[in-house]
């Protein structure tokens, strides 16, 4: 693991809160009608939170590497579950670094800081990456089938905090 990567909070960065709106944007609401503003705006109020929701950020030395989210509900049609981690991303420069394990292993310590007894994800459909192996491997385990926000198959995962 490089040395030169640090997770912070993206309150200590507000000023990047429109790179991470950016890359949630181009990497999951871009097929949807909703307007790149209301993920500026929902990064921005991430960037004045210490509570959920919250966004955790990879930099490698000062620059945006990669990010996650604390949300209390990400899955719309399973509001009794929460809270949630998604929006795992980390920019292509800096995969294969570790990164995504950093993301999530400090998500799961800032869930546990607020006192919560279990984390939940649900896997985004992305033929790119074995996120069921990913996640599994960092001791989550499968809850439920389930059905994502854009109306496919999915699974939820949960973390026992």
Same mark, same amino acid.
């Given at each position: &693991? *490089?040395?030169?990567?640090?997770?912070?909070?993206?309150?200590?960065?507000?000023? $990047?809160?429109?790179?991470?709106?950016?890359?949630?944007?181009? =990497?999951?609401?871009?097929?949807?009608?909703?307007?790149?503003?209301?993920?500026?705006?929902?990064?921005? =109020?991430?960037? =004045?939170?210490?509570?959920? +929701?919250?966004? %955790?950020? @990879?930099? $490698?030395?000062?620059?945006?590497?990669? &990010?996650?989210?604390?949300? &209390?509900?990400?899955?719309?049609?399973? +509001?009794?579950?929460?809270? !949630? &981690?998604?929006?795992?991303?980390?920019? +292509?420069?800096?995969?294969?670094?570790?990164?995504?394990?950093?993301?999530?292993?400090? @998500?799961?310590?800032?869930?546990?800081?607020?006192?919560?007894?279990?984390? $939940? %994800?649900?896997?985004?459909?992305?033929?790119?990456? *074995?996120? %069921?192996?990913? $996640?599994?491997?960092?001791? !989550?385990?499968?809850?439920?089938?389930?059905?994502?926000?854009?109306?496919?198959?999915?699974?939820?995962?949960?973390? *026992? %905090?």
């Amino acid at each position: &693991m *490089d040395n030169k990567i640090s997770i912070k909070t993206l309150n200590e960065y507000p000023q $990047y809160a429109p790179i991470f709106a950016y890359w949630s944007h181009i =990497q999951w609401y871009s097929e949807r009608k909703i307007d790149f503003s209301v993920n500026v705006n929902s990064y921005i =109020q991430r960037s =004045q939170n210490e509570s959920i +929701p919250i966004t %955790l950020i @990879a930099l $490698y030395d000062s620059i945006p590497a990669g &990010m996650v989210s604390l949300k &209390m509900n990400n899955l719309w049609n399973r +509001p009794d579950l929460s809270p !949630w &981690m998604g929006s795992l991303f980390v920019y +292509p420069k800096f995969r294969n670094l570790g990164i995504s394990k950093q993301l999530v292993n400090s @998500a799961v310590l800032k869930a546990k800081s607020f006192n919560f007894s279990k984390l $939940y %994800l649900f896997i985004g459909n992305n033929p790119e990456f *074995d996120l %069921l192996s990913f $996640y599994s491997k960092l001791g !989550w385990y499968f809850f439920d089938d389930c059905i994502d926000n854009d109306g496919k198959e999915s699974k939820i995962m949960c973390f *026992d %905090l």
